[in-house]
């Protein structure tokens, strides 16, 4: 079974400035893929970054960007420059081609102006 | 690209009847479908995993003739709540995978569905 732990229900963060929200997880499998999903209070759920386990090199949108430790099952999420847009529900989700996502709890993430 | 829609974005409905919502995906084929619930301030749970021309497969716990699901085109996945009560008031998730697109197991979500049921 796969499970994903995010430890940080909640976050906040001054505007302009960085925060990482952190994600574990665990599985037996050596091929798998790990997003992180942002969920605003419209509800949308947004895909926001995504990893395959077989590249060593972290993923990079933009301002966000994943510090991805395979050996210790670990994926963060780095957001750089916060912008009052990015304050929302932040999933952190894995899935290794059985095609279903398993999610964490969750992370809800304060943009203080 | 890779976007889906879904409708209604709100239903409200007395007990008793039923509630069709449509998961569009709208600039790719999706021979995979996935629905969720959602409840308040938690994450999504899925219900089931719906195949284009055959028939869904559901989670653990979840009432195959409660929550009824057609996918009966490569765009286009339904879920009927049959016989609602207030207790499946929720918001529910659709969610569609791209194959081609990003040319990984990348799942795009709809809006979302809140139904209320009176």
């Known amino acids: 079974a796969q499970t994903v732990t995010q430890s940080q229900p909640e976050m906040s963060v001054q505007e302009a400035e960085t925060v990482t929200l952190s994600c574990t997880y665990d599985?037996?499998?050596?091929?798998?893929?790990l997003f992180w999903y942002k969920q605003p209070p419209s509800r949308q759920m947004i895909l926001v970054i995504r990893?395959?386990?077989?590249?060593?090199q972290n993923a990079t949108e933009n301002r966000f960007s994943v510090n991805f430790q395979k050996a210790a099952k670990s994926f963060s999420l780095k957001i750089s420059d916060s912008q009052l847009g990015d304050a929302a529900m932040y999933f952190c989700?894995?899935?290794?081609?059985?095609?279903?996502?398993?999610f964490g709890t969750g992370t809800r993430l304060t943009i203080i102006p | 690209g890779a976007v889906v829609s879904q409708h209604p974005s709100r239903v409200i409905c007395k007990s008793g009847t039923s509630v069709k919502i449509e998961c569009r995906s709208l600039d790719f084929q999706a021979t995979t479908m996935f629905w969720y619930r959602q409840f308040p301030k938690q994450s999504l749970m899925l219900m089931a995993t719906s195949n284009e021309g055959s028939k869904a497969t559901y989670e653990q716990g979840v009432e195959k003739d409660k929550f009824l699901i057609n996918h009966a085109s490569l765009t286009l996945s339904t879920l009927t709540v049959t016989s609602a009560h207030p207790e499946d008031s929720s918001f529910y998730i659709c969610?569609?995978?791209?194959?081609?697109?990003?040319?990984?197991?990348?799942?795009?979500f709809g809006p979302g569905t809140r139904l209320t049921v009176l």
């Open positions: 599985t037996s499998e050596s091929d798998y893929y």
């Open positions: 989700a894995l899935n290794f081609g059985n095609e279903k996502l398993t």
């Open positions: 969610s569609a995978r791209d194959l081609e697109g990003l040319g990984t197991d990348t799942q795009y």
């Open positions: 990893q395959e386990a077989y590249k060593q």
